[in-house]
């Protein structure tokens, strides 16, 4: 599985932002999909994920009623959309594939097997 995560750039504080994975192969609808993040100085930290079908997704509390996860697994595709933007949201977004989960998300970066490339996300304020 090849993932290519897009979407980043440069924003104001409290703008919107939305972010797109793009996965190659015909088992993407078949994975749980993570959206994790990472400032320079700091570890790569989980923002948010999604189950296979959609129908389960989970948020970390410093992202929770601003970013909303969602996929199309017609097109083999995990969005980010990305509210109420802030300072502390800058940092450099990675998507990735857990293909052992399915149903359940897990906050874990190295419980996922495929990463993207990564795009940056700088918030001004």
């Known amino acids: 599985v090849q993932l290519q995560a897009f979407g980043g750039g440069l924003v104001q504080a409290g703008g919107c932002r939305r972010l797109?994975?793009?996965?190659?192969?015909?088992?993407?609808?078949?994975?749980?999909m993570g959206w994790f993040r990472q400032a320079p100085g700091k570890e790569r930290e989980f923002v948010a994920g999604?189950?296979?079908?959609?129908?389960?997704?989970y948020y970390a509390d410093s992202v929770k009623g601003r970013f909303t996860i969602s996929r199309d697994n017609a097109k083999n595709t995990v969005y980010l959309q990305m509210n109420n933007l802030k300072p502390e949201d800058t940092a450099v977004y990675y998507c990735g594939a857990d293909q052992d989960h399915i149903a359940q998300v897990t906050t874990i970066s190295y419980e996922y097997d495929y990463w993207g490339q990564g795009t940056q996300v700088t918030v001004s304020s």
């Open positions: 797109s994975c793009a996965a190659s192969g015909r088992t993407f609808k078949t994975y749980v």
């Open positions: 999604i189950s296979w079908s959609g129908g389960t997704t």
